[in-house]
């Protein structure tokens, strides 16, 4: 360990105020021509136990320790650790320089161009390695957007170029010690979640910053502390100047969280949706809006979110191009539909209702193509699933096609959203079970029953009124 990780007592951290609670015992302070700005608060990370840090991060940090550079795990792995969850993933935060990281480990590869940084490979595990950095300066007084992230720091400066405070630990493995510069272990204690300086300048910096803090509140159940919270709401129109593709990507995994119906709603609340998905804002309508169908349709939206949310806590783990399904679907249906649609025009057929809406996701967002192709293949398959299966060849051959089980899913949770047709969803699994078990040649020859009652017969108009049909279609 290097001698400037001593402690530090100041205003913030009054030394003898020792919560007796605390899990973290705070270690003799030594506070002599230090500067309190830069000396991190350290305590013992005695309750986290070695064997829940990866042998590779251990094994990265102890090489560059011994080659005389300080090196600590960063980020959300100390953050997960301290709450006893599972931390993805290990980075590393080092004095090294890129080359330096390099020369010391055979496995490591640069990678980035403007920010750069190293990946160290064990297999196929991978270990980002990335050098201090410290806040880069603003450019122009009226534009705090950073636009260039790469100018190498101290291990201070590096904790506090950090978004959250809960985001900024440090922790030796080697010395077993945790070191805050920043604030986050009282975060933590408290379950607030906080930005590192002022919130309005951070948001500001970097709007994105907003869905990450509703990333993390929702996820670990956190309160977002005040003056951050007004920073989201106030900057929440900033996010039109994020880049489209993170934003999808941030938005794609508040979908996965687990918390997707509480990240939502948080995004409508401080003013991102509307900004950012402004198709599905437009459709809750405004917040706490009297009209009743209003209330219904957002009420129908919501269960669906509560739907997929109860799938990832079951274990499932819905793909992308169902996420993108689940959000759109209740948008999409009603822009099919005549006496509900709400843009110019009179809608055509489901499958180009749904390239009307997403066309402007696939073009900024670079949503993926076949993504796109998968969710408008799973919600116009929906239309089909709406009554039994029957003894139709085509119904029987449909549950082999391969955006079957995907469609089903859906189905299930609609289903499970709206209390709805939980008897139609067997019935196909059921077909969907016993088609698994046909030999090829008896699919194909169902296929060619299939095509010639197409022929003879033209196609069944959908029904007015489907037991799948939601409330707020009732009420439309
Ligand atoms: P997760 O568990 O979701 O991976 P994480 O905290 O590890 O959460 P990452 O996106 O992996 O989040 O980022 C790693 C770390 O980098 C964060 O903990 C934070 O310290 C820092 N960081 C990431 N994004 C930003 C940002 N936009 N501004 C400032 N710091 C950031
Ligand atoms: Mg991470």
Known sequence: MTPTHQNAASDEYPDGDLDTEAPFERESSDQDEILPFDVPITVDADDIPKQRIHQDALR?????????FEAYLVGGCVRDLLLGRKPK????????????????????????????LAHIYYGDHILETATFRRQPEATDDDDLLITDDNVFGSAAEDARRRDFKINGLFLDPVEGLIHDYVGGLDDLEDGILSTIGDPRTRMAEDPVRILRAIKFATRLGFEIEDDTWDAMCEFSGELERAAPPRILEEIMRLCLSGTALGAFRMMRACGALSVLIPGISDFLGPVGDPDPKSHDRADSYWRLLEALDSDVHAGREPSRALCLAIMWLRVIEREASPKTRTLPGEPDDLFSVVTEVLDPLVQDSRLPRRTFILTRRMIVDQQR??????????????TTTEGFPEALNLFRIRSAAWGQGWDIYEAWRAVEAEMADLPESEIEALRKRGRRRQKRRPRRRKRPNSPMDEPSDRSD
Not at 60 to 68: D, E, I
């Open 60 to 68: 990265v940090v102890s090489r560059l320790v011994r080659s005389g």
């Open 89 to 116: 993933d290990f980075d590393i935060a080092t004095a090294a320089h890129p080359r330096q990281i390099r020369r010391l480990f055979r496995n490591a590869r640069i990678i980035g161009r403007r920010f750069k």
């Open 385 to 398: 699933m709406r009554d039994l299966p029957g003894n139709d060849p085509r119904a029987l051959v449909f």
